[in-house]
């Protein structure tokens, strides 16, 4: 992330920690919605109408946060519908830089000030474009997702739905868990400027993870027999654990290869078609360990650990479902 003043780049690390020290996420600013017939969504205005070609998606292959809408993408079967922009792995003092964007910019800040001129704040992945009023929809990961989910339906005959009526409540419930104390738990640690800030964070996210191996052991999912949202934004933050976040962020409790379920678990969310293909490992490690420079002075990217999510899991024969 980085910082917009005045039509200018600032930083690529702004002050973002409140006095104790702890790390502090910035909300989203861009907040519209694709419908299926271009009313207004839950937030935002009216006018982004679900069109195939119409959209492309700016991600990082790093970021937990924008792997959520490659990984819908890949669910929605929505690859000839929406295209994507890759960042570079490694953002320094220009922020997020690219080599293949629209409209031949360099950087990703240049395209928040395509959408506005006048924008001030956080430059963020991902972010949702519309190439046909060229301005951002939303860079809000967790409803972009919702978007994909279910805005393209008619156009795809994909009707599969990760957040389910009859589910949303528990989903979100788990959603807030999860959100504060693992997939943002683990920058709150890895962040933290101050040791109680740090212990804070740590033992937070290591109580929900216990909390998440309990409860694959009586269930195959989080929200019980079947794959929702939840899975899948806490699977982003597990794939990265091990590699990234055991080390560099200092969450070293132990690894997630000794929680035996959740090792399980994530190896089936692994295996399932698509979702293999938008996990890069070399571009994961190279981006935290060569662009967080106040973490990893050297930039020195480390060569392991060994990982291998293509063995085999037990997690059917486990609790028998289909």
Known sequence: MGLLQNGKWVDQWYDNKDSKGEFRRQDSRFRNWITPNGKTGPTG????????????????????WAHRTLIFRALKQLEDFIGTTVVDATMLENGWEMTDGLYGLDYL??????????????????VLWDKKTETIVNNESSEIIRMLNSAFNHLTQNYDDYYPEALKTEIDAINEQVY??????????????????????????????????????????????????????????????????????????????????ISHYLRELYQIPGIAETVDFDHIKTHYYASHKTINLTGIVPVGPEQDFDQPHNRASCFNHK
Do not use: M
Not at 45 to 64: Q, W
């Open 45 to 64: 205005t009216a006018g982004f109408k679900a069109e195939k070609d119409r959209y492309h998606l700016y991600v990082s292959l790093a970021c937990p």
């Open 109 to 126: 800040y240049q395209l928040y000030l395509k959408a506005d001129t006048h924008y001030e704040g956080r430059v963020t992945v991902p």
């Open 180 to 261: 504060h104390r693992i997939n943002n738990g683990v920058y709150r640690a890895g962040f933290a400027t101050t040791q109680t800030a740090y212990e804070s964070a740590f033992y937070e996210l290591f109580e929900s993870l216990d909390w998440v191996e309990s409860k694959l052991s009586i269930q195959r999912y989080l929200a019980g027999n079947q794959i929702t949202e939840a899975d899948w934004r806490l699977f982003t933050t597990l794939i990265r654990f091990d590699a990234v976040y055991f080390s560099h962020f200092k969450t070293n409790r132990q690894q997630l290869k000794d929680y035996p379920n």
